[in-house]
């Protein structure tokens, strides 16, 4: 057995974009990474993919191939002043006597950057002090501040397929100087590849792992069941703080909205498996109540919220069980949107028309002044009249004959108009 302490990973990380696997629509042949690098000329950018799929090499193999200097942070460790201090260095650097280029540097998890934090790059960038790459697995478009995002390019990375990860896999066993000198039995590869999940490093280290645990006489197997015993657990391919994350939560709203119970439960069960916070979930069925259920089912907001409450006493596993319930219950409810659509109109006229006047006789008048100012003047109790309604201004003068919510045709919600026709009709009296 190996006594080498690199792991396979790091040993086999590509040192230019001749080895590189993977990313052809960047690196290959019209790639617009390869194009800057032959020109030259590398612009800052923020490459946005999974974890594992060649965001940090490229960067090192792009400062190596345009001969530049190479800083590297990451942002869970580094603050401000590391950053400001990596900037001087730069800077010092940039009037070098032997720079070609200006100095690289590489964020790795650029996401978890502050706001100040990123903040601080801003100067740098702008003035070409540095060229910044970031890596992050979170979409930029709402963890990176919009001052540093329009200033950089953002490409986005693709998870390796199978042939790339068959190209990796028998470069590893070809290349390696420790996994050359191994018999390898490569019997099937189901099993590593789906357990990769497109993640070269993940790949390399269950074939480090396979390697570790084999002793040095015998032959490596490689195989659905040697692979999946080496892992002893399948585990599911869910990032509950990555991208999937919001893909999944997406696919589980849209089936509930579209009342498809059996694409919510999946989607649910994708959730449940991966480890997603049950909280998380009780609060987008919260949401889902109102916002799609509404008033077409006036009980769904009350079981969602009872489901929130419930998850809380009961706890996990069981409260996989209350999720279940709840999701199936919304998924084949009648839908209504009135709701959602009423509060968003009245948003934009507020936003359209500012703060208009409250008319004086909705007004309290707590003092005598403003009773004599006429505030509550002229104001009519309903409950005084024929069915407790009776005709009066509760909108401000200029919107006053606005609509903002228009009943959906379900049950519920036209028997509510049906209520305001019939009291309506003796709104003179």
């Not at 590398?42 to 792009?62: C, D, E, Q, R």
Request: charged fraction near 25%; proline fraction near 5%.
């Amino acid at each position: 057995m190996s006594n080498n302490n690199i792991p396979l990973a790091e040993r086999l990380r590509p040192v230019s974009l001749n080895d590189y696997i993977g990313q052809e629509q960047l690196v290959g042949e019209n790639g617009i990474i390869k194009k800057m690098i032959e020109a030259g000329r590398v612009n800052s950018f923020i490459l946005w993919g999974p974890p594992g799929v060649g965001k940090t090499t490229l960067a090192m193999i792009i400062a190596k191939a345009i001969y530049a200097p190479f800083y590297t942070l990451s942002a869970v460790s580094a603050g401000v002043k590391e950053v400001r201090e990596v900037i001087d260095k730069c800077r010092n650097d940039i009037h070098g006597l032997f720079t070609k280029s200006r100095p690289v540097l590489f964020i790795d998890e650029i996401h978890r950057f502050s706001k100040s934090q990123q903040d601080s790059l801003l100067g740098a960038v702008e003035q070409g002090i540095v060229t910044l790459i970031g890596a992050t697995t979170e979409n930029p478009s709402f963890e990176v501040i919009r001052p540093l995002l329009s200033r950089c390019q953002v490409y986005t990375l693709k998870p390796l397929d199978t042939s790339d990860l068959e190209t990796l896999m028998k470069r590893a066993i070809k290349e390696d100087p420790i996994l050359k000198k191994r018999v390898f039995n490569i019997k099937q590869t189901n099993a590593l590849f789906r357990f990769a999940g497109g993640d070269a490093r993940k790949l390399l280290n269950i074939i480090d792992l396979l390697e570790q645990a084999t002793q040095d006489d015998k032959e490596i197997v490689i195989s659905d069941q040697e692979v999946t015993e080496i892992l002893q657990e399948n585990i599911a391919s869910y990032d509950k703080n990555g991208e999937l994350h919001y893909d999944i939560i997406s696919a589980f709203i849209k089936s509930v909205r579209g009342s498809d119970p059996d694409a919510a439960i999946y989607w649910l069960a994708r959730m449940v498996a991966g480890g997603e916070d049950p909280e998380f979930i009780a609060r987008r069925l919260v949401i889902l109540a109102a916002e799609d259920i509404g008033l077409a089912n006036p009980n769904a907001l009350l079981l969602a919220n009872a489901t929130f409450d419930a998850l809380k006493k009961i706890g996990w596993p069981e409260g996989r069980i209350i999720l279940a319930e709840c999701t199936i219950y919304l998924a084949t409810s009648p839908k209504s949107n009135s709701s959602y659509m009423a509060i968003d109109r009245a948003l934009q006229e507020v936003n359209k028309s500012g703060n208009l006047d409250v008319p004086l006789h909705l007004r309290n008048a707590p003092t005598k002044l403003m009773a004599d100012l006429g505030y509550h003047k002229g104001y009519k109790y309903a409950h005084d009249y024929e069915n407790q309604y009776v005709e009066q201004q509760y909108l401000p003068d200029t919107i006053d004959n606005m609509k903002f919510w228009y009943p959906n045709d379900n049950n519920h919600e036209r028997k509510m108009a049906e209520y305001l026709n019939n009291i309506k009709p003796n709104k003179n009296d």
